[in-house]
């Protein structure tokens, strides 16, 4: 086993009818979803970074965000070449750039290896892994023709180590900066 990587993310707060749905197709769809409950990857795992150093840069990005509200809508489906396996995402709409930009900032210092350079980065939550695309594309349907609208709010960054079959959590990093009218 190799040795742990960070991983970063945020895990939105949802409504409770909100948050059933989504664990009931991750539950079905996710071999993930006993590990790690619904979430969207700011720093995939995958780089080595000194724990300390990353912990306490998440930190300060944390300190310097606002609390954002995310409209979870869109349903795509991406295959991906590296593992051969089709994955069926949530997609945000609105806090879509939100996450994007909390990425970038995290993206520096010593997470500046932390971003892929051979795939842009799309903010995403998965709801299903599959190795059979076709099926991948069946899910995808079927949740589109739903129309579902799902609405969260992220408060804050979550650091994790991740070996590749248990995921632990070294430190949540709450938002700091206030929001006008919250």
Known sequence: MSA?????????????????WIEALRKAHDPHQAIIGPHLTLIFPGQKFSPAKATDHVERIAK???????????????????????????????????????????????LAGGRDKTRPYRPHLTLGRFRRAEDARALARRLSAEKRRISALATEITSASFDGAMLRNVARHAFGAAVPGR
């Open 4 to 20: 742990p990587a960070l991983v970063v993310l945020i895990e939105p707060s949802f409504g409770s009818a909100d948050r059933a």
């Open 64 to 110: 310097t965000a606002s609390p954002f509200d995310i409209a979870l809508a869109g349903i795509e489906v991406e295959t991906v070449a590296e593992s051969d396996e089709t994955y069926v995402y949530l997609m945000p709409g609105h806090g879509g750039g939100d996450i994007a930009a909390l990425r970038l900032r995290l993206c520096t210092g010593p």
